[in-house]
């Protein structure tokens, strides 16, 4: 089965698409060795038409072991050492991910 999960991340005051692009960018290597891939460039979110989630960007990973890619992710030396930078930019606080699976 496979698996996309939906990262719905608001900005930080001050920061922009293009800060949090950026960043994606410099993780992608720690991502992909870890068996996530985008779906897309990310999506910037224009209004909430329904619900309170709050959101600029929007993006979609896929993976096959979504518990061991993010796992491994988030102790992988490379992407560590982003971390101060990604909180920077987005407010974790107030993000989500959702995972989710295509209908067979």
Same mark, same amino acid.
């Given at each position: 089965?496979? #698996?996309v $999960?939906?990262?719905?991340? +608001?900005?930080k005051?001050? !920061?922009s698409?293009?800060?949090? &692009? /950026? #960043?994606?960018d !410099?993780? !992608?290597?720690?991502? *992909?060795r870890h068996? $996530?891939? =985008?779906?897309?460039e990310? $999506?910037?979110?224009?209004? &909430?038409l329904?619900?309170? @989630?709050?959101?600029?960007?929007?993006?979609?990973?896929?993976?096959?072991? +979504?518990?061991?890619? &993010? @796992?491994?992710?988030?102790?992988?030396p *490379? #992407? @560590? /050492? #982003?971390?101060?930078l =990604?909180?920077?930019?987005?407010? $974790?606080d107030?993000?989500?991910?959702?995972?989710?699976?295509?209908?067979?």
């Open positions: 089965m496979t #698996y $999960l939906v990262d719905i991340l +608001p900005l005051k001050g !920061k698409v293009a800060d949090a &692009m /950026s #960043y994606f !410099k993780v !992608k290597p720690a991502m *992909e068996g $996530l891939t =985008r779906l897309n990310p $999506l910037e979110a224009h209004k &909430m329904r619900g309170t @989630q709050t959101a600029n960007l929007v993006n979609l990973f896929e993976t096959v072991d +979504p518990e061991s890619s &993010m @796992q491994g992710m988030a102790s992988d *490379e #992407y @560590q /050492s #982003y971390v101060p =990604r909180d920077t930019i987005f407010d $974790l107030n993000a989500s991910i959702i995972l989710t699976s295509r209908f067979v």
